[in-house]
C-alpha cells in the first residue's frame, strides 16, 4: 500500500489532531504517503487533498478541533456524490481511506467500500461515547473533563445563593456524558433518555433536599432526555414547586472543544496507530476500538446497528450516592 486518504467527519471532538498525527507518522515511517481530505467527504467529493508529511502535523497533538475541519455531507448519501469521490481518488492513486468520526461517517465508508471497493477503515471520534466496538471514543474523556470543571464552578455559586442549576450537557441519543459528569460532581440527579423521566419522583427528592437544609442542588440533563432539555425541566420543577431558585445553564459546543486530556492524546495516538496497521495487515470494513486495554476490530456493521449501552449499575450508584 502506497497511499491512503484521511479525514475526520461529523462532529468534532478533543483528540482528533492527535489521532491524525499518528496516523500520517505512522503511515510514512512505513513509506505510506498520507493525504489529508478537507472538510470530511465534502472534501473527496470536490478533490480538496493535500499530502501530509511529519512536520505538517507538528504541534497539533495538544490542539482541540482538527486542522483537517470536518462536516456533514448530504450530497455524499447519494450515488453521484459518491461516485465523484470515488472518481477523486481514484484519479490520485489513492488505494484506502481512514475515517475518524461516529455512526454516521462508519455508515458513509460502509457504503462507499461496498460500492467501490475502496478499503475503508474507521477509527472512534465523538464525545458521546456511544460507539459499539470500544471502551471509550476520542474526545469522551475530554469532554467530561470540561463539564464536571464547569459544574463544580456553578456549584460555587449555587451553594452561595442556596440555588437548584439544572445543567444541560450533550447527548441526543445518549447519557454517557451526563451520567458519569453527574457522578463527578455529585449531582442531586441524573437524567439521560436510556431511562424514564419521573418528573413528579425528581421533584420530591429535590423537596427533601432542601429541607434537610442543602445548601445548593445541581440536576443534569442530557439533551436528549424524553422530557426535554434544561428549560423544559425547569419549567415543570418551577410549576409545581416554586419555592426553588432556579437557574439553567446549557452548556452546548463548549464540550467539544478544548485542549485533550492526556488520555484521549494516548488513545487517539494508539487508534491511529493501529489504523495504519490494519491497513496493512489487510484488513478493511472495520472500525479500530479499544476494550478492556486490547485493540479490537469491530465490523461498520456491527459498530452501526450496535450501540454501547449505559452501565445500569452507575445509574444505580448515583441514585444512592445523591441521598
Not at 442531586?188 to 418528573?199: D, R
Amino acid at each position: 500500500m502506497k497511499k491512503v486518504a484521511l479525514l475526520t467527519s461529523g462532529g468534532d471532538s478533543p483528540g482528533m489532531n492527535a489521532c491524525i498525527r499518528a496516523v500520517v507518522r505512522t503511515g510514512n515511517y512505513h513509506g505510506i504517503e498520507i493525504i489529508g481530505v478537507r472538510q470530511g467527504y465534502n472534501g473527496l467529493i470536490n478533490g480538496w487533498f493535500s499530502k501530509l508529511g511529519n512536520q505538517d502535523v507538528s504541534n497539533i497533538i495538544q490542539r482541540g478541533g482538527t486542522i483537517l475541519q470536518t462536516a456533514r455531507c448530504d450530497e455524499f448519501k447519494t450515488s453521484d456524490g459518491r461516485k465523484r469521490a470515488f472518481n477523486n481518488l481514484k484519479n490520485q492513486a489513492i488505494e484506502a481511506l481512514i475515517v475518524i468520526g461516529g455512526d454516521g461517517s462508519y455508515t458513509g465508508a460502509k457504503i462507499f467500500e461496498q460500492e467501490f471497493g475502496v478499503k475503508c477503515i474507521g477509527i472512534p471520534g465523538t464525545i458521546d461515547n456511544d460507539l459499539y466496538g470500544t471502551d471509550n471514543t476520542i474526545g469522551y474523556d475530554t469532554a467530561l473533563n470540561t463539564v464536571v470543571e464547569a459544574v463544580d464552578k456553578l456549584r460555587d455559586t449555587a451553594s452561595s445563593h442556596h440555588r437548584l442549576f439544572i445543567v444541560e450537557v450533550m447527548g441526543r441519543d445518549a447519557g454517557f456524558i451526563a451520567l458519569r459528569s453527574g457522578i463527578g460532581v455529585g449531582a442531586e440527579a441524573i437524567l439521560v433518555p436510556e431511562t424514564p423521566t419521573y418528573i413528579d419522583h425528581l421533584i420530591n427528592k429535590l423537596e427533601t433536599d432542601f429541607r434537610q437544609d442543602k445548601s445548593s442542588a445541581i440536576v443534569i440533563v442530557a439533551e436528549g432526555d424524553e422530557f426535554g432539555g434544561a428549560n423544559q425541566v425547569a419549567q415543570a420543577v418551577k410549576e409545581r414547586f416554586d419555592k426553588f431558585d432556579i437557574r439553567v445553564s446549557i452548556l452546548g459546543h463548549i464540550q467539544r472543544g478544548g485542549s485533550p486530556s492526556a488520555y484521549d492524546r494516548v488513545l487517539a495516538s494508539q487508534l491511529g496507530f493501529e489504523a495504519v496497521n490494519a491497513l496493512m495487515n489487510g484488513r478493511s470494513g472495520v472500525a479500530v476500538g479499544l476494550v478492556d486495554k486490547k485493540i479490537v476490530y469491530t465490523s461498520f456493521e456491527n459498530a452501526i446497528k450496535h450501540h454501547q449501552e449505559l452501565n445500569q449499575n452507575l445509574l444505580k450508584m448515583a441514585e444512592i450516592l445523591s441521598l
